[in-house]
C-alpha cells in the first residue's frame, strides 16, 4: 500500500489516504453537481479506516441530507473532500481533485448519467457508465 496525501484549497485541512483505491468513480448525480458546482465529483474509494486528518479536524463539516450518504466540506473554503458516510461509514469517496498528487486514472465508471445536464458530455474514456449507481 502506498500514501497518498490530500489539501483543501485552503490549506487548512490536510490528510493521508491509503491506495490504490477500491473503485474510481465519476458520479453525475444531482447532489454531486451541487456540491462540486459543476458536472459531478470525481471519487476514489476507500477503507475509512485508511484515511488519516493530519490537520485542520475542527473545520471539516459534514452534511447529512435526506436521502444519500453524508457529505463532508472544509468550513473554510467549501472544498469538498469526501462523501459516502465519512467518518462512520466503512467505505469513504475521497474527491480525486484534493489530491496532492495527480491521479492519472483511470476513472473506471461514470454513474447517475441518467442526470446527465444538457451541456455535459460523456468522455469516450471506455469507462463503465451506469444509470444511477455502480451496482
Ligand atoms: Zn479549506
Ligand atoms: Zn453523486
Known sequence: M??????CWCGAVRF??????LRV???HCTSC???SGGGGTVSGRARTE???ILEGSELITTYEPAEGTKKSFCARCGT?????GWPESEFTSV???TLDQPFEGP??????VRSLAPWEMLPDDGAERYEVRWP
Open 80 to 84: 469538498n473532500l469526501f462523501g459516502g
Open 16 to 21: 493521508a489516504v491509503e491506495v490504490p483505491f
Open 107 to 112: 476513472i473506471e465508471a461514470h454513474t447517475y
Open 50 to 52: 485508511d484515511i488519516r
Open 2 to 7: 502506498a500514501k497518498l496525501t490530500g489539501t
Open 33 to 35: 453537481k451541487r456540491i
Open 95 to 97: 474527491r480525486l481533485p
Open 25 to 27: 468513480t465519476n458520479c
